[in-house]
């Protein structure tokens, strides 16, 4: 999974999908990846690298 952003939008691209989404939906986005993997934890850690991501992508963006 990797994070990319620009001035207006961020997206995520995994090995089979893509995503591209305005930048204030990124807490959006953080909490619904945790709420997966919170409510389906048969999922093991499929959600753990894209919420990595959105972490890194947070931290980046608050630094500005």
């Known amino acids: ?3 990319t ?3 207006k939008t961020f997206t ?12 204030e939906d990124l ?4 909490a619904f990846y945790r709420m ?3 409510e389906y934890p048969k999922s093991g850690t499929s959600y753990d690298e ?3 991501e959105l972490e ?3 931290k980046i963006l608050t630094r500005k």
């Open 36 to 38: 997966l993997r919170a």
């Open 56 to 58: 890194r992508l947070t």
């Open 12 to 23: 995520l691209t995994g090995r089979y999908w893509s995503g591209t989404y305005p930048l």
């Open 50 to 52: 894209t919420i990595a």
């Open 1 to 3: 999974m990797k994070a």
């Open 27 to 30: 807490p959006k986005q953080l």
């Open 5 to 7: 952003h620009d001035d």
